[in-house]
């Protein structure tokens, strides 16, 4: 029997300290397909409407796609945006009668009129479709999960890597128990565990660290019987919301007891390590002078910029590690993005060759890493910002920067952009004609996302905190939604 199936993908991770709204143009820039004939692009691609492609051609469904819509990280997405996206999706349920609904969702969009977007998004479905036909959504590692969610999906699959090179099979994944719920053969719900905190200790890094045996637990419970999924989900601390923080899902049937016991087994382990940070945060000033004092031999330094992360909702505008390496007069380097619309448009009404002196980053909030930088340097490539990435998490995925330019001065190739994207992919570097790989020392912004692309090419990464929106010292975020007491707010609060 082939069962008829709606898909749609509504991604956004809310900054809520983000003073920038998101609104629809947002979504157009980046990523906006309507209709069927607009997904092909996206085949094999690392993406959750790949998934979706691939369970349609496994199971046979009759499947219709309402929308792809995705936005940068940023502030909260404005009510015409969401009110857009979301009525194409509910016009699309409206249409026609579907056996179930497969949904690549974030986990932590946050609108300007409410804490829970894809808990409303759900909710609204719901109004039209009913309470018992099947819905399946993917979420990202970096869910703020809310019991609303929980009641409203039946089916709940988050990534678990991080970098994230699994959104496809997380929508894979989701679309299996999908057709076993359409079939007949299975009745999921989803339980839920949740800990009172920002988030887990390390940002759910999936490389190295705890995360990596409590995977190996989940991926083994999920051999159980009455067992179709466990999703682990770090949270998203820069989202002011009261269910913020980390929680442990499992998608089952039968007897909810034992399979509460097990997510609450391994929340409390999250609770239990909330101390052991793996990463050392250097200060700017550390990070400059390990990089002034590197040897070159072969291959290069990497410097990323955890708080001021476009992939989080920071600004990308940040200019203490790049002042901090011009300060130490670090040559034969990058450094990427700087976000910085008012330079980017005054670059590009010169020619490439053009000496220029201009102010560079630091406009939006100053304190929230450094005011404006006065640089001297010499326009090396103009562009419309636009590249293929070919790394583990964007290979055939378009990005864009908006207007580009990339500034040398004193020896630093400086990427000076209109949009917010966080670091991915060396074609982010490759496209406007910078070779990472031939540079000492690359600075960039990113958290973790970079190490699928970059990490294998280096002798060494570090990582810095500029005191951005992203910054890893909480109290300078102004918190006013999230409950009290909170970890790590209230750093003695027992449970």
Known sequence: MSFKVLIAEFLHETNTFNVYKTGLAAFETNLFL??????????GTNTGIAGCLDCAREYGWDMTHAVT???????????EAFDKV?????????????????????????????EDGEGELLQRLRSVIGPDLPVAITLDLHANVTRKMCELAQIIVSYKTYPHIDMREAACHAGSILQRTMAGEISPHTVRAHRPMLGEANGGRTDVGPMLDRLEKARAYESEPDVFAVSINAGFEESDI???????????????????????????????????VINTYYTTQEAAQI??????SGAPLIIADYADNPGGGAYGDSTDLLGALLDQRVSNSCFGPLVDVEAARHLHEHRE?????????????PRFGGGPLTVTGKIRRLSDGVCIGDGPMKNGQ????????????????????????????????????????????????SMQHFRAAFEPMAEKVIVCDSGALCTQDVTKLPYRNVPR???????????
């Open 69 to 79: 819509a995705h936005a940068g990280p940023s502030g909260p997405v404005t009510t």
């Open 291 to 296: 990089a002034a004092a590197f040897v070159h």
């Open 353 to 365: 060759g053009d000496t220029v002196a201009l102010a560079i980053g630091g406009k939006t909030d």
């Open 398 to 445: 378009k990005m864009n920067f908006g207007l580009t330019c990339v500034l040398q001065v004193d020896g630093i190739d400086i990427l000076v952009v209109t949009e917010p994207v966080q670091m991915y992919d060396q074609q982010q570097f490759r496209a406007f004609g910078i070779d990472p790989g031939a540079k000492t020392i690359i600075g960039l912004k």
């Open 86 to 114: 979301a009525d194409l999706i509910l016009d699309a349920a409206r249409a026609e009668q579907f056996d179930g609904f497969l949904l690549p969702l974030h986990g932590a969009m946050v609108p300007e009129f409410c």
């Open 242 to 276: 009261a269910e913020i923080g980390p929680t442990v899902l499992v998608t089952c049937e039968g007897d909810s007891a034992p399979h509460q016991a097990f997510a609450e087994g391994i929340a409390d382990d999250i609770w239990n390590r909330r101390a052991e």
């Open 485 to 495: 007491p909170l970890y790590p707010l209230d750093p003695d609060m027992v449970l």
């Open 34 to 43: 309507v209709g069927d004939d607009t997904i092909a692009p996206l085949e």
